[in-house]
């Protein structure tokens, strides 16, 4: 019996031994993994060229997870780039010795108008330093071309194609459908320009929305047309000339003689020409660097010995209450955490808060609002606005100590509303019957099965016009204009940068440089390091993390593809709060 026990004992023990020794060796190979992944070991050699490959979808920031790369659930057909990392590969590429140009080649690529500015404005200061920029392409987006016009040279392929065709805004409407369903959506607003209902109560754009958003895009345009012009050394009437031909339906010789580019080349002759002008030979292999290449490549300008720091806070996506473990979007619970910790940091001299948001829940718009209040009784806080600081997005910038923001970015659209969905007329056709007890008058008040009373539908316009004259009177207060004439600019109407700035909105036009220089301006530091909040996530947080609901939000990409969109959609008007400080759309340049 005790030799049985014996041999018990020492196979379990051998069992948990070959166990343990299974798991190590398991975690160092998937270490190893991981590694390969998200190590290139690159080493910049002299004559070198930066890669900018604009391909996909644009975003302020992305943070590469090996994870999700070994698991495959990044989409290769729409890779996400990081305007943030793109931005700093054009500085690291001006200041390094080592790059002598820039190599711009275009696929598919979409992004917004505010953030192509910014990308062309880098390259532009790039120029500066005398190096070279080539674009080529086989098929030139209209996002890409405006931003390779800066190029010293723009070539497109014999048998390519160029897409310059204007702007257009074109909604979808679900008024039809909820119809058909038996869905009536109960809509209290303020703000004759608030737009945001509108897909859910009408089958066409209002005059006042049809109003606001050609003078918008005509105004986005205007500046566009007037970058090509200058860098292509044309007018503009004849880049609208162009436009209205349709360039990516005539032939390409047309494009050259129209001097929208400078000449057709095939890629391989476009490679023998980067060849030349980094100083190789024919037979040399082209030495490029990638934009993830720089990362980890040092910026000089950045180097310094003070402690002193500008922090940036990114917020992007729509606004939302309550916390996320998502990167996606922006939570008060988790921005007002963020903000908390750079109001302590007293390494930190002052806060650009980059943002980039439609809006969303006013109720989390507020806190948020209140936080950068809070922060800003401590150190100069500097709003940057990117494609869109719009409705919750301005309300959370309103109170800054200045405002900066591109020519083409969004902003405004100070309104509020609130949607109750009505499905009475869906449980009839379905044969659903509801009925109901309850103690006081208004006890079953946000019954979706039936109708609004006229009581409730009062007592629910009151308390959004309490919300809108609290939105009103924080943007008055903020941007020190009275409360009358902030009014005439509020009413949900939407602008460009540049009609901001003309109207009090903002302080100043230009990018996130420009509103760090004026952080330090307003901090009274000269010498100073900038540091990025919230921080990205390296494989090891992502892994010890519970990263569970953005590994479900990339399965979901994975699957449905380009239907998730929709998918996305539902979830938010399922999710959000029912007052809302939001746009109703997204305007990308493609």
Same mark, same amino acid.
């Given at each position: ?61 992305? &943070? ?82 405006? *931003? ?22 074109? @909604? ?35 005059? @006042? ?15 566009? %047309? ?62 490029? %660097? ?67 948001? @439609? ?20 150190? @100069?806080?500097?709003? &940057? ?28 659209? *100070? ?176």
């Amino acid at each position: 019996m005790k030799g049985f026990i014996k041999t018990v004992f020492a196979s379990a023990l051998g069992f948990f031994v070959a166990l343990i020794i299974v798991s190590i060796l398991s975690v160092g190979i998937f270490a190893g993994m991981v590694a390969s992944v998200s190590s290139s070991g690159f080493q910049l050699k002299e004559k070198s060229f930066l890669h900018l490959k604009l391909e996909g979808l644009l975003k302020e920031r992305t &943070s590469s997870n090996p994870l999700m790369e070994l698991l495959g659930l990044y989409n290769n057909d729409m890779p996400e780039l990081g305007l943030d990392d793109i931005l700093s590969a054009i500085k690291k590429a001006k200041e390094n010795e080592n790059i002598k140009g820039i190599y711009i080649d275009s696929k598919a690529f979409s992004a917004s108008s505010a953030s192509l500015q910014a990308i062309r404005d880098a390259l532009v200061d790039f120029k500066t330093s005398k190096k070279f920029i080539v674009a080529y392409a086989d098929y030139y987006t209209q996002g890409a071309y405006y *931003i390779s016009t800066v190029a010293d040279k723009l070539v497109l392929n014999p048998q390519g194609g160029l897409d310059l065709h204007g702007l257009s805004v074109s @909604p979808t409407y679900y008024k039809g459908l909820l119809d058909k369903l038996g869905v009536e959506m109960q809509v209290f607003k303020v703000g004759a320009y608030k737009s945001a209902v509108e897909p859910f109560t009408s089958s066409k754009m209002s005059d @006042p929305n049809r109003e606001q958003l050609l003078g918008f895009i005509n105004d986005i345009w205007g500046n566009i %047309a007037a970058d090509i012009a200058k860098s292509r050394k044309i007018t503009v009437q004849q880049v609208n000339l162009a436009a209205d031909k349709l360039p990516l339906l005539q032939s390409q010789d047309s494009i050259v003689s129209s001097k929208l580019v400078d000449a057709l080349m095939y890629e391989t002759d476009v490679k023998n020409y980067l060849r030349k002008l980094t100083g190789l030979e024919k037979k040399d292999q082209l030495r490029a %660097a990638t934009i993830t290449d720089l990362k980890d490549v040092e910026l000089k300008s950045s180097l310094t010995k003070s402690m002193d720091k500008i922090a940036i806070l990114y917020a992007e996506g729509e606004i939302t209450s309550g916390s996320s473990t998502s990167d996606e979007g922006i939570t008060n619970e988790k921005y007002v955490k963020e903000i908390e910790k750079l109001k302590d940091d007293e390494n930190v001299k002052a806060v650009v808060f980059r943002v980039n948001s @439609p809006g969303g829940s006013a109720y989390a718009s507020e806190q948020i609002w209140k936080a950068i209040t809070d922060l800003k009784a401590v150190k @100069p806080v500097v709003v &940057s606005m990117g494609d869109y600081a719009a409705s919750g997005g301005y309300y959370i910038s309103c109170n800054a100590s200045k405002i900066v923001a591109e020519p083409t970015s969004l902003t405004g659209s *100070i309104g509020i509303f609130g949607m109750f969905p009505n499905v009475e007329g869906l449980t009839q056709k379905l044969g659903l019957s509801f009925d109901n007890v309850k103690t006081n008058k208004l006890s079953d008040f946000g019954d979706i099965t039936r109708p609004m009373r006229e009581e409730e539908k009062v007592i629910l316009q009151a308390y959004i016009n309490r919300g809108y004259e609290l939105f009103t009177k924080r943007c008055a207060d903020g941007r020190k204009i009275p409360i009358a004439k902030l009014k005439e600019i509020a009413q949900g109407h939407i602008w460009s940068g540049t009609q901001a700035l003309k109207l009090g909105l903002i302080d100043k036009l230009g990018g996130l440089d420009v509103a760090v220089k004026e952080a330090a301006v307003l901090a009274k530091t000269k010498d100073y390091s900038t540091a990025e909040y919230p921080e990205k996530s390296d494989f090891l947080t992502n892994l010890l993390s519970d990263k569970k609901e953005q590994l479900k939000v990339n399965l979901v990409k994975e699957y449905l593809g380009d239907d998730y969109q929709m998918v996305s959609l539902m979830k938010k008007v399922k999710n959000q709060d029912y007052i809302q400080a939001r746009l109703p759309y997204i305007i990308s340049v493609r």
